[in-house]
């Protein structure tokens, strides 16, 4: 063999825990991959490796782990590590603003400077969504390059198998690196033997000093997911492949840093936007999903799907936003924070004051919560709650300082902040946010409770997923899991039939936009619609008047046409009180409840009040009705599948108050309720 032939070798970790993520798992993740790839690397003097951690990980382990801290740092002054940063609390970087955006990444580069001493040069950009706009505020953030897959480079016509070096890239001359992440070892390593490893890198060296192939990959691949563990480290795997590498003479262990410092890029690229395969997949709507699935399957059957994979990429991140209307609210909402801040502090010099908002704000950034994966994602109530909980704090203190909302007053908002076409209406107070959208017949979009930062309307829809196990048994919605949406039945229902969208509505009303009507003054909506009710015409007036509890509702159902109507009217309710422990959260009525269960079927008739208390949040959350009502209940839970099988996760909890209704034609109807959530 040419000894003269070599390879350069670029071996990198990513490691992340989500904003939110319970303690546990992160201690999880700590005692099975974080701690023992240190060990290992430990016993590796001469390897380098590039690794990055997210601020969200990183403030975990100064608090719980300060010996890690300083190990980190010992491996960083002899030379093991290079430190890469990242946006601080892991966003997908194309989802937030620019200023947000270069903001995050300049944070994680001083804490990379303040903490270890070191000088990061790349960015790990959060699941390797590129988006071509993204070279200007990374070279703005002071950083000179960042990792893309292979494939992404391969359908702008470079066409290298596989690919070497970098490229670089440009927009409006912001210029900055791009590094292939190669394919082929993403999927051998930690699984394939290190000599097979090995044995793909020999093929690959020359004589050109340049060539250079990288990875780079979740550590938590190493130890912590699919039971690795004891394949990585207690049979040390990690170890013989590190001792493999030290060893071998034709291949040259650096790191993305060292490399870019000493070698020219191979050429210029403009990349598509992309990201990784599974995530294309991922973020394409159900029935596309069908369609696509069917492509790659008969790829597969004729060997020729890796060929196409440069060319077939599925969707793109932000296709989550159209998919999940969820994660669509979020992350709208999130921006329009993101300018009020900005807003205040051109405004506001109290820098202490400033810097904490800011920090509320950006943790409510992290990626997780806002798309849907193997883990979980936005499925996961704690996580979303955890956004939440940042992004209302981050408000409340933005609109105290903006806004005079002293004695009990309320600033009320029109936009479209979901960007939908349509109007919200926000109504702001020291202690609620309301928000109504008039797309979806009025509804109660979101009612932040501001002294507990906790956004009562935090649910999510009941979705169907290309990864759901079959079973005939699965329900899906068909409109979003909003509260103060008018239900109307002509048959007789009950707990068990609604919760599984066995009914049809007697109306054309239920998701239907409305008009706005002004009311008396700035605390009163208005909505009102035309539509039918059991094949009559009829009209209904929606008046939501806000108060300091929360708000009282009057509804005018009006006969327009010429034969008597009945029917079951009520407001659903969709709670998202789901947090603590089941002793924490319950029912109560104005009579004795069969249980006091949340997440109990219900079907109670005479009732004048009906509650839930949730002492984890410290709130009673409250209806209370000028005429007695049917009261109906169900809990909401979505399945998903992950390793291992499918799991069901308790979203929230619906509350269906009915009245029996009859309008002679000519003629109205009135009914009345209040909303109230109080401190506990």
């Known amino acids: 063999m040419n000894m003269t032939k070599q390879i350069q070798l670029i071996f990198g970790v990513h490691n992340h825990q989500p904003v939110g993520n319970f303690d546990e798992v992160f201690e999880e993740a700590y005692q099975k991959s974080y701690l023992p790839f240190i060990k290992v690397v430990e016993n590796h003097p001469r390897l380098s490796c590039s690794i990055h951690y997210s601020g969200s990980l990183l403030e975990w382990l100064m608090k719980h782990k300060p010996d890690f801290i300083n190990r980190i740092k010992i491996l960083v002054r002899r030379g093991n590590f290079e430190l890469i940063s990242g946006g601080f609390y892991e966003p997908v970087l194309t989802a937030i603003p620019e200023k947000d955006r270069i903001g995050q990444i300049v944070k994680q580069n001083q804490f990379i400077r303040n903490h270890f001493g070191y000088e990061p040069k790349g960015l790990w950009l959060t699941e390797r969504v590129w988006e071509p706009h993204l070279p200007r505020c990374i070279e703005q953030a002071g950083l000179n390059y960042t990792f893309i897959d292979e494939f992404n480079f391969m359908s702008t016509g470079i066409y290298e198998k596989p690919l070497k070096g970098y490229y670089n890239t440009e927009e409006e001359g912001h210029t900055i690196g791009v590094f292939p992440i190669s394919f082929q070892l993403k999927q051998m390593i930690p699984y394939a033997d290190p000599e097979d490893i090995l044995s793909y890198l020999r093929e690959h060296m020359s004589d050109n000093t340049q060539d250079l192939i990288s990875v780079i990959d979740d550590g938590e691949k190493l130890g912590h997911i699919s039971d690795s563990y004891q394949h990585v480290y207690d049979r040390g795997w990690l170890d013989h492949f590190f001792t493999k590498l030290e060893e071998c003479s034709f291949i040259k262990p650096t790191t993305f840093k060292n490399y870019w410092k000493s070698f020219p890029p191979k050429a210029l690229v403009y990349l598509p936007t992309s990201s990784y395969f599974d995530m294309g997949r991922q973020t394409l709507h159900y029935g596309v999903r069908k369609d696509f699935e069917t492509v790659i399957k008969s790829l597969e059957e004729i060997n020729k799907d890796i060929l196409a994979r440069p060319f077939i990429r599925g969707g793109i991140w932000r296709n989550s936003l159209t998919k999940y209307a969820e994660s669509n609210w979020l992350q709208k909402r999130m921006q329009q924070v993101s300018r009020k801040y900005y807003l205040l502090a051109s405004q506001y010099k109290r820098q202490d004051c400033l810097r904490q908002i800011r920090e509320d704000l950006w943790r409510s950034m992290c990626n ?201 009217f009520g407001p659903e309710f969709n709670l998202a009180l789901n947090v603590g422990n089941p002793d924490e959260r319950f029912f109560h009525a104005s009579k004795k409840l069969a249980s006091n269960d949340i997440t109990s079927l219900l079907d109670m008739p005479e009732i004048h009040s009906f509650g839930i208390v949730n002492k984890a949040v410290g709130v009673d959350v409250c209806l209370t009705f000028d005429n007695p009502v049917r009261m109906i209940t169900y809990p909401i839970h979505t399945k998903h599948s992950k390793q291992g099988g499918q799991e069901e996760i308790f979203q929230s909890t619906t509350l269906l108050p009915l009245w029996n209704v009859t309008i002679e034609p000519g003629k109205t109807v009135v009914l009345t309720f209040s909303f109230s959530v109080k401190n506990l």
Not at 435 to 464: H, M, W
Not at 518 to 526: A, E, F, L, Q, V
Request: hydrophobic share 35%; charged share 25%.
């Open 368 to 568: 997780n919560a806002y798309w849907f994966n193997m883990s979980g994602g936005l499925y996961l109530p704690h996580l979303r709650s955890a956004l939440w909980t940042h992004l209302i704090r981050a408000e409340k203190e933005i609109d105290k300082r903006l806004y005079n909302l002293e004695n009990g007053s309320f600033l009320r908002e029109e936009s479209d902040i979901d960007r939908n076409g349509f109007t919200e209406i926000s109504l702001s107070s020291n202690s609620i946010n309301a928000v109504f959208s008039s797309k979806y017949a009025g509804s109660l979009v979101e009612y932040d409770y501001r002294p507990a930062n906790y956004n009562l309307c935090n649910t999510i829809s009941r979705y169907q997923e290309y990864e759901d196990l079959a079973d005939s048994q699965d329900v899906y919605d068909e409109y979003p899991r909003h509260s103060l949406i008018e239900r109307y039945f002509d048959v007789e229902i009950n707990p068990a039939g609604l919760m599984n969208n066995t009914y049809q509505e007697a109306s054309d009303f239920l998701n239907e936009p409305v008009d706005i009507r002004k009311g008396s003054d700035s605390n009163t909506i208005i909505f009102a619609r035309k539509g039918w009710i059991n094949w009559q015409r009829c009209g209904l007036k929606k008046i939501i008047t806000m108060n300091n509890d929360g708000f009282q509702t009057e509804y005018r159902i009006s006969n327009m046409g010429f034969a008597n109507i009945s029917f079951l």
